[in-house]
């Protein structure tokens, strides 16, 4: 991941500013800022991705301390901040001279979905900086969102979720209970109709059912995601436990039944949207980039929440299978869809035009609407926070990753470990110690569901098998204390629900985090995708490498060739 | 047929009189003669709907003499013409006071498209009664539309196809080349980008690649089969045989490898569109029935240019399978998709608004976007059309139902047959000569795919097999001749194309012309269509009931229980 980061901090974030600079997605707020008449660069959502820059830059400014990132995140926030209305209103689109009044297209307007991305971002810059222009610019829209659509307001809802997590984290910035009370309610009035729904029908933006009715998530997938993320912030802020365990079924049963094996939401093109039950094919996935982005946010707040390996569990998943494949080794072209199987090859992309979203199934650098490079920019950057998590008890490390940790429990016990690893192409996990124990306390370490029974660890008195979804070390730890974990990651076969009928008959490879993905290029001449079968019984094995890149490559006999070594499909 | 022609002709047309009245899409014309601006009720194609039901009132004006049908088609018809401007253009959503000017949104607008249909009513007309107001209305629109998009004119063409074949039909009337001349020029100019794609992409439009150049249908399945309607229609008239051939080549491609079992096309609901090849998912099927209609459309024209009985067979398959399968019993309620499986229920469609198309898998009596209905209608009430082609050599029985036929030869031979058959539900079909021939001519009659090599033809010499995908009997023949031809509609088990992944490890049952279906309700309680499975090597067999209907309900034994009895797919 660090590579990633690295590869983020430094050409994604570029490549965002350039497109953005070139399709005049940033001028808008320039043009806003002047008064002039004059029409919109790009899609009515096109500020979204701006903020999502800024979240990205501010996260980034504060892991690196990169000097271009932290001016760049002054420039361009100075321009958004120079776009805002007296009273508080931001957005390039909607009430400036010659254009349709303000919330007058709550359905696909996406102004409260732009305003809450800006928040997001002054809330990654409070927490990362403190109080600037730009966070004090998020409180004055907060404000006046509040305002208009309070009590006795607009009574009604974004058709796009998103400012329902954005307030809910701006109360824990600011703790001003209005923001929350404010998310609350966008979140309540959701399923009570309040959308003119039209062709798509009201599930689309889940406005057909009220949230804590609700049994699975629908409609479409980051929309619905994004609005049970900010449902689990308020129901966890106001201690609402019925709100909550709704939620925890919706998570429960979508993925249980809704969800590709690498954690992909959202199996239709029609709609991106979630399909029926076990209606999850391969060639259509549509599984798109930022549906991962938003189940990893939801996901982590159940993981926060509730605690839970299953939670830790699918964000490592989705991390690995869906947000990590999206762009390319570069960091400038990325999968807005991520099927898991390719039938034909594809068009493919512009280089110097937007690219259709979603008709072909390449990498793009960028997109008409061009959501998901924004969205896994901010996701990189902020990757640390995903880690770990403590308590009282101690500290628990739920992904793996070679890092160095630092922090205070409540009770104000530090704590620095490092991690060594080399996963997930070694299963092996040291964590070191790097400061005595002022008392004893608890390392906790998830076992990952595939791994389950297989562990074992090392505490200095060789490998003990591990029992259950975490392995548990409570001591009055001393510097240089080594814990080890290792995970077996042999490549191994996963057979499909038998519900599931696009995969009636077909088996997927995976070892350890990773789905892998079995390439034309790898195949000798001539021979199709289609054709490859594998005897049954065969089971995969380990192909020691020379090369970096991946360590190892599994292999498997296939009827019809002597093997094929399926990759990661990131790569 | 005969039962779904009466019910057709009664239900069915005065079903879509009246919700085109109350919903105000007939309406629109009144208001469009008046000169008011006012709002236009409906979707901007609602005038092609009242189009066709025209058409089918006017086939079926002349099939049953109907008093109703005929004055209903004359009132409806008046006030359509009522609405024409001075100049010919004729569209009740353009153009006015306060609507957006004539062509000025030729991807969304349909006024070619809309105008296709009247002139495609128009030709109805003119074939079964002649030229009235109306058919006169018809060439004057057609004038203005040569006028406008002829050489030096609006060089570009409607973002949906129909005005090519329509042009061309009334090319065949008229004699008037012109509209010849300017179809071609529409067929011609699609493929060369003239318009503006838009986030769909050209291929929806089939604005991707020349008809001549293109390999296989593409893009949205409707708009894909009237252009290639079209383009046959250019091609015969014209002795193109290039353009020919590359239409028979796209239909090849077509029904090998992007086509369901039904006959259904167009599988992707996103843009509801040809997937790629193979990808025919059964619970996600599109399978539009205008898909169907527009289907049967392209095979007559390539049947009636180049004989084959492949195209005769697809037609069959279609009528059966997809539009027969849309009316419910009563004419009153219609599939607009047609799934080949459906793993939940669906939502009950709403009796007193129009539905959304596509969101349920049930009939409906009404759509938003209502083009099945009246498509429907015009099919059933032009089905005589389908039943024998003829030539100089004699008589082509192409489709089979109980039926009186006369007709004269091209040398002035009279032929006059009768059908008798309980086709599908028997496979005897026998042909009675009700006048002594002149000369020797050759009787005809198609073997249907499923029935080839096993089928036997009787002339009163007992049963011969046939060879072949037609059986022939030349003869002098005299009134009272009977000729029998059996074919076998035996339920069979039938295999799909290993390449469809949906599919894999799957079979359909068929009978005669028919894909059955199993339904929920014929299984025990608590048995889910999904845990049915067939023992490798069962087959089926017939059981002989009692009922009326159907005489033979096929039965299966399966793994779950004794047996399931699989019915016709349209009960």
Aim: proline share 6%; glycine share 8%.
């Amino acid at each position: 991941w660090a590579d990633r980061q690295e590869v983020n901090g430094t050409a994604t974030l570029r490549h965002c500013l350039k497109w953005m600079e070139r399709l005049g997605w940033i001028g808008n707020f320039d043009r806003a800022a002047s008064g002039v008449e004059a029409p919109s660069a790009g899609r009515e959502f096109a500020d979204s991705e701006i903020y999502k820059l800024l979240e990205a830059l501010a996260w980034e400014s504060a892991r690196s301390g990169d000097e271009w990132v932290e001016r760049t995140f002054q420039d361009v926030s100075a321009r958004v901040v120079a776009a805002q209305q007296p009273d508080g209103y931001l957005n390039t689109r909607f009430g400036g001279p010659g254009q349709q009044p303000r919330y007058s297209d709550l359905e696909w307007g996406h102004e409260l979905y732009c305003a809450g991305h800006l928040i997001q971002a002054a809330v990654a810059r409070a927490r990362t900086h403190g109080v600037d222009a730009f966070v004090a610019a998020a409180l004055r829209l907060a404000d006046h969102i509040c305002d208009t659509f309070g009590p006795g307001g607009i009574e009604r809802i974004d058709g796009h979720p998103e400012i329902e997590p954005a307030l809910a984290e701006l109360f824990r910035v600011t703790g001003n209970r209005r923001y929350l009370d404010q998310a609350r309610l966008f979140v309540e009035r959701r399923g009570t109709g309040t959308l003119n729904a039209g062709e798509t029908g009201p599930e689309y933006f889940q406005d057909d059912v009220r949230v804590r009715e609700a049994d699975v998530l629908r409609g479409h997938a980051v929309r619905a995601l994004y609005l049970a993320s900010g449902a689990v912030d308020v129901a966890v802020e106001d201690g609402d436990h019925d709100l909550l365990s709704a939620v925890e079924t919706q998570w429960r049963n979508t993925v249980a039944h809704r969800t590709y094996l690498t954690g992909g939401m959202g199996s239709r093109h029609e709609g991106e949207s979630f399909g029926d039950d076990f209606e999850l094919p391969s060639d259509r996935a549509y599984s798109e980039t930022c549906a991962g982005v938003a189940s990893i946010m939801l996901s982590h707040r159940l993981l926060l929440a509730e605690g839970g390996a299953q939670y830790a569990d699918l964000i490592e998943r989705t991390l690995f299978n869906v947000v990590a494949t999206s762009p390319d080794a570069s960091g400038t072209s990325f999968f807005y869809v991520n099927p898991l199987q390719r039938n034909s090859p594809g068009i493919e992309a512009m280089v110097d035009e937007p690219s259709p979203r979603a008709a072909s199934s390449q990498r793009a650098p960028w997109f008409d609407v061009s959501c998901c490079p924004t969205n896994v920019a901010r996701t990189v950057a902020s990757l640390s926070g995903y880690i770990a998590t403590k308590s009282t008890a101690g500290v628990q490390l739920q992904q793996y990753a070679a890092c160095a940790l630092d922090t205070v429990l409540p009770d104000g016990e530090r704590v620095r470990l490092s991690v060594n690893t080399d996963y997930p192409w070694s299963g092996d996990i040291a964590v070191t110690v790097e400061a005595d124990a002022g008392r004893e306390w608890t390392l906790s370490l998830r076992v990952p569901s595939w791994a389950r029974g297989r562990a074992t660890l090392d505490t200095g008195m060789g490998d003990q098998p591990v029992l259950g979804a975490t392995a548990e070390v409570s001591s009055r730890f001393r510097s240089g204390d080594v814990v080890r974990l290792s995970l077996p990651i042999e490549p191994r076969i996963t057979l499909p629900d038998p519900r599931i009928d696009a995969l009636r008959n077909s088996v997927a490879v995976e070892a350890g985090p990773l789905v892998l993905c079995a390439e034309s290029v790898d195949l000798a001449p001539g021979t199709h995708l289609r054709s490859l079968s594998i005897p049954a019984g065969a089971s995969p094995s380990r192909e020691e490498g020379a090369s970096r890149w991946p360590p190892c490559r599994p292999k498997i006999r296939t009827r019809h060739g002597p093997t094929v070594l399926p990759l990661p499909s990131h790569r």
